[in-house]
C-alpha cells in the first residue's frame, strides 16, 4: 500500500421532471445547493467504495482532485471513498431535485492507493463472480469529479461491486480539449494492457465489459482494435459506448476489427448533445454520439437513440448519469444480458437501431 488521504465533497442522481416542473426545480435546487452546502450537513447516510486505475500523478494531501493531478505517470490503482450526505427530512426533496443539484451532495471522503496488481488481486477474490464493468471516462475530468461521476453510473445503472474505472490524465479545465485528446492518445496502450490483464484473471468463462463515455468512448475503440490485434483469441462481453466523440467514419473502419471480439457493442446517440456538435464542429465531421448518422450498413452493433428523452442536464451529454431509463437500460443489457430487441422502451427504427422511449 502506498498511502491514504481523506478529504471532503459531493451526491445523487436523476428524474425526468414536466418543464414547468423542471424550472421550478432549478429555482429550488439552487437555493437548495446554496444553503445547505455538503460540508455544512451531516455526513453520514451511506458510503460508496469505488476502485480504480489511474495514470494520474501524485499530487498533494489537500483532497482527492489534488491527490492524483492531471500530469502523465505510471499506472496506480486503489479505491475512491464517497458518501451520500444525509439531509435529514429533506432527503425526499433533495431525491426530487435535478440531477446536477443531487451531484453536490455526493462527497468524496478518501482515497486509498494501492500497487495495480494488488487491487486486481483482491477485487478478483472478493467480488468477480459476475462479469465486471471497466468505465473509461471522458474530457473535461478532474480526479476528483471522476469518482463522483464513475459512482454516479455504477448507481444509475444498478452495477455495484462491479464496476472498476479507468482515470486518464483528463486535465479537468474545458479549455484544454487538444490536450486531454493527445494525455488520451498517451494513455491508450495501459488502456489495452488493463483490458487483457483482466480477461486473463477472470478466464475464459467471464468476458469483461467495456465502457466509454465522450472521449473516453474513442479510447475504449482504439484500445479494442489493438486489443484485438495483439489477442484475436480474446472474448469480452459487452461494449458500450455513451455519447461516444469519435469521427464516425473512423468508426466503421474498426468495426469490423472490434465486432470480432466483443459480445455486442452498443452505442447511446442524441441529437441534442452540445458538446458533440461544437466536436463535430472542430473536427469537421460528424461525431459517433450524434442521432442521424447512417449505421444500417454496420454489422456487429445496436445503436440506441435517447433523443426522446427528458432532457436531464443542460449539455444533453450526460444521460447515462442523469437519465434514470438510460440507467435501466444499462442495467439490462449488462447485467441482464439482454439485446436491444429483447429490454422493455425501446422501439426498433432500422435494422441495427432503436428509439428509447418514455
Excluded at 450537513?41 to 494531501?61: D, I, K, W
Excluded at 482504439?222 to 461494449?239: K, S
Excluded at 459480445?263 to 450524434?290: F, M
Aim: proline share 6%; with cysteine; charged share 25%.
Amino acid at each position: 500500500m502506498l498511502g491514504c488521504v481523506l478529504a471532503k465533497k459531493e451526491s445523487r442522481t436523476d428524474m425526468n421532471p414536466t418543464p414547468l416542473g423542471r424550472l421550478a426545480f432549478l429555482i429550488f435546487g439552487a437555493t437548495l445547493a446554496l444553503v445547505f452546502s455538503p460540508d455544512s450537513l451531516p455526513a453520514e447516510e451511506s458510503e460508496l467504495r469505488l476502485p480504480f486505475l489511474t495514470l494520474r500523478n501524485p499530487g498533494g494531501p489537500d483532497g482527492p482532485s489534488e491527490f492524483f493531478g492531471d500530469e502523465r505517470s505510471d499506472l496506480r490503482a486503489g479505491w475512491c471513498d464517497l458518501q451520500k450526505v444525509d439531509v435529514g427530512g429533506l432527503m425526499p426533496v433533495l431525491d426530487a431535485a435535478p440531477a446536477f443539484v443531487r451531484e453536490q451532495f455526493l462527497r468524496v471522503d478518501g482515497v486509498l492507493v494501492l500497487e495495480p496488481a494488488d487491487l486486481l488481486d483482491g477485487l478478483q477474490k472478493d467480488v468477480w463472480q459476475a462479469p465486471p464493468a471497466l468505465f473509461v471516462h471522458g474530457y473535461f475530468i478532474d480526479f476528483e469529479k471522476g469518482c463522483r461521476r464513475a459512482a454516479l453510473l455504477r448507481e444509475n445503472a444498478g452495477l455495484h461491486e462491479r464496476r472498476l474505472w479507468f482515470s486518464w490524465p483528463s486535465d479537468g479545465d474545458i479549455a484544454n480539449y487538444a490536450r486531454d485528446e493527445a494525455d488520451l492518445y498517451w494513455s491508450v496502450p495501459d488502456l489495452v494492457d488493463a483490458i487483457i490483464d483482466l480477461d486473463h484473471r477472470l478466464g475464459a468463462d467471464v468476458g469483461v465489459h467495456v465502457l466509454g463515455h465522450s472521449l473516453g468512448a474513442r479510447g475504449v475503440v482504439l484500445a479494442l482494435q489493438e486489443v484485438a490485434h495483439r489477442r484475436p483469441d480474446i472474448r469480452l462481453g459487452e461494449v458500450v459506448l455513451l455519447a461516444p466523440d469519435m469521427d464516425f467514419a473512423i468508426f466503421t473502419r474498426i468495426l469490423p476489427h472490434i465486432a470480432q471480439i466483443a459480445e455486442g457493442i452498443t452505442v447511446y446517440v442524441t441529437d441534442d448533445d452540445r458538446p458533440l456538435a461544437l466536436s463535430a464542429q472542430l473536427h469537421g465531421y460528424p461525431r459517433l454520439g450524434e442521432a442521424g448518422n447512417d449505421v444500417a450498413a454496420l454489422s456487429g452493433l445496436e445503436v440506441v437513440d435517447v433523443s426522446g428523452l427528458p432532457k436531464d442536464s443542460a449539455s444533453g451529454h450526460l444521460y447515462h448519469i442523469h437519465n434514470r431509463q438510460v440507467g435501466e437500460d444499462l442495467h439490462l443489457l449488462l447485467k441482464g444480458g439482454l439485446r436491444a430487441g429483447e429490454r422493455q422502451n425501446l422501439v426498433q427504427t432500422g435494422p441495427n437501431s432503436w428509439d428509447l422511449r418514455p
